[in-house]
Nanobody, 127 residues
Framework: QVQLVESGGGLVQAGGSLRLSCAAS????????MGWFRQVPGKEREFVAV????????LYADSVKGRFTISRDNAQNTMYLQMNSLKPEDTAVYYC????????????????????WGQGTQVTVSS
């Protein structure tokens, strides 16, 4: 049984930083791309970032590029999202995901291309 468990969310002031973690278990192979989406009430789930199974390739939403950094440690079965220079508009529930979509922007940014999801962690950025 695959489980993805997020941690590290919380309340932070604008300009601050948070580091999200996603611990994966039950994945039979490390050859899954892993990523982060976020969602606010009343809106669709939004792509944030994704990292290839090797960690060698990454893709970011334009809204977070230069502020967020995604990484993974396959030996620890854990993925990270370092979020710096946070803005109030980054407030959302952040979801960890894993899957094997074709590694192009067209597919990687679509939530329905991923196979597994965590329960989400709340990030709140105050102004």
């Amino acid at each position: 049984q695959v489980q993805l468990v997020e941690s590290g969310g919380g309340l932070v002031q604008a300009g601050g930083s948070l580091r999200l973690s996603c611990a994966a278990s039950g994945l039979t192979s490390s050859r899954y791309a892993m990523g982060w989406f976020r969602q606010v009430p009343g809106k669709e789930r939004e792509f944030v970032a994704v990292v290839s199974w090797s960690g060698g390739s990454t893709l970011y939403a334009d809204s977070v590029k230069g502020r967020f950094t995604i990484s993974r440690d396959n030996a620890q079965n854990t993925m990270y999202l370092q979020m710096n220079s946070l803005k109030p508009e980054d407030t959302a529930v952040y979801y960890c995901t894993a899957g094997t979509p074709v590694f192009t922007r067209l597919f990687l940014t679509q939530s329905n291309k991923y196979d597994y999801w965590g329960q989400g962690t709340q990030v709140t950025v105050s102004s």
